[in-house]
């Protein structure tokens, strides 16, 4: 019989096994109701109208739910995180309507050889308002104007949203929209004015952040005019970022940013590299620039302006009055999108860090690692429980022997009644 300390071990050690198991249960699957699924019976059509400073943008059949009904966002593409380039609908039934402004929200112009300017984006279409799922379906559109003066003719600034009839004011005359424009806004008095950006030779639409940019500004070819750039600026398109390149004076702010403008001989074209760069949280990148009309008989409109460094000399004719009859200033605009540089050199001494592969990885499950962890507990509490037994069955023998008699049955002499003779 095991004595009374072993039993107390045994139901202490008992207990904690009971507490380790309980633990290691998994919580029961609730089940919750499940909202309706999103179907797609058909491609959407998506039909674009251009209008002037903005495109609106008709989507039908986009995937609902089985009552008819769309929840989800549309917006152009790698700006779902900003509020003023998203629309979003709640169970809305019918068509979709979209307005994308031209001169923000990503959308890029680029002149054509014709003349023409084509302003072109990517909208994403997501049928859900948190999730993209494998119903989301993005778009490339674009719109085409006969000048830029057509395409921003009457243009406000513009927020993306749901386009309702009422926006399209009908009063105003369709004749100034898109491809329905004549050739009578143009006219031989006023040369027509432009500008690109280049990489490598070629009109740059998609570049990386480093690579040498060289933006062209021109006006047509005549024996009247001559330009001079002026008061150039960046900015991303979104409102939130906007940094000045050149000054009113045609001096470069930042020469590491963008140097001076380049002018030919007959005044009639300017250009500038320099390295791409871009804001930190949009690849689209929108370059302005305003155009100065100059008379090529004047010897001052020859005359490039004088920048030393930080310090601006301007010139006289700046405080005098224009003179009567001189042309506009001529705003001229282009944009790009500039990516980041993810190509790195392998030996490279910043990069100290590893990240573990998929391969290097165990993966258990919670239900296996808590079943495992329960037997674990009641092996190694079975160990402990024979352990202490054989503990106290060795002290038991040991008391046990200790505890007898000895009798000593050898030869035994009293000398007190020997007797010797």
């Known amino acids: 019989m095991l004595p009374q300390s072993t039993f107390n071990i045994f139901f202490i050690l008992t207990s904690i096994a009971t507490t380790l198991t309980h633990c290691a249960q998994l919580p029961q699957t609730t089940h919750v109701k499940q909202h309706q699924s999103v179907i797609a019976s058909k491609s959407p059509n998506v039909r674009i109208q251009c209008m002037s400073g903005f495109m609106v943008i008709t989507i039908k059949d986009a995937p609902s739910t089985e009552d008819g009904y769309f929840s989800g966002m549309i917006y152009p593409k790698e700006l779902s995180k900003n509020s003023t380039c998203m629309a979003e609908f709640h169970n809305h039934e019918g068509a979709l309507k979209y307005k994308l402004p031209l001169r923000s929200c990503s959308t890029m112009p680029q002149e054509t050889d014709d003349g023409q300017i084509e302003f072109f984006n990517t909208i994403v279409i ?5 999730l993209v799922t494998d119903l989301t379906t993005s778009y490339h559109v674009r719109c085409r104007y006969k000048s830029r003066e057509a395409a921003t003719k009457g243009n406000s600034p513009i927020n993306p949203q749901r386009y309702s009839s009422d926006d399209s004011n009908e009063s105003r005359d369709r004749s100034s929209f898109g491809r329905s424009l004549d050739n009578s806004l143009t006219t031989n008095e006023m040369p027509g004015c432009h500008m690109k950006i280049y990489s490598d030779g070629k009109v740059a639409d998609n570049v990386k952040i480093g690579d040498t940019l060289e933006i062209v500004v021109n006006i047509d070819e005549q024996n009247t005019y001559g330009l001079h750039v002026t008061d150039c600026i960046v900015r991303d398109g979104l409102g939130l970022g906007e940094q ?10 930042d020469t590491e940013i963008m140097g001076p403008f380049k002018y030919t001989n007959d ?4 250009k500038v590299s320099f390295p791409a760069h871009r804001f930190p949280y949009t690849s689209a990148v929108y370059y302005q620039c305003n155009v100065k009309l100059c008379a090529l008989v004047d010897p001052s409109c020859h005359k490039e302006p004088t920048c030393d460094g930080k310090r601006i000399q301007k010139r006289a004719t700046t405080d005098e009055p224009l003179e009567e009859g001189l042309p506009a200033v001529i705003e001229v605009y282009s944009g790009l ?3 980041e540089n993810a190509e790195v050199s392998e030996d490279d001494d910043d990069d100290v860090t590893k990240e573990k ?7 258990v499950s919670q239900r296996s690692f808590a079943i495992a962890i329960a037997i674990a507990g009641l092996v190694l509490m079975l160990l402990v429980v024979l352990a202490a037994l054989c503990i106290m069955a060795r002290r038991s023998r040991k008391t046990h022997s200790s505890s007898g008699s000895s009798i000593y049955s050898g030869p035994y002499t009293n000398t007190a009644f020997s007797h010797t003779s």
């Open 126 to 130: 997501q049928p859900h308002l948190k």
């Open 244 to 253: 000045k390149l050149v000054n009113e004076e045609g001096c470069p702010m």
């Open 267 to 270: 005044r009639t074209m300017a």
């Open 337 to 339: 999108y500039v990516k």
């Open 357 to 363: 592969s998929i391969e290097d990885a165990i993966c």
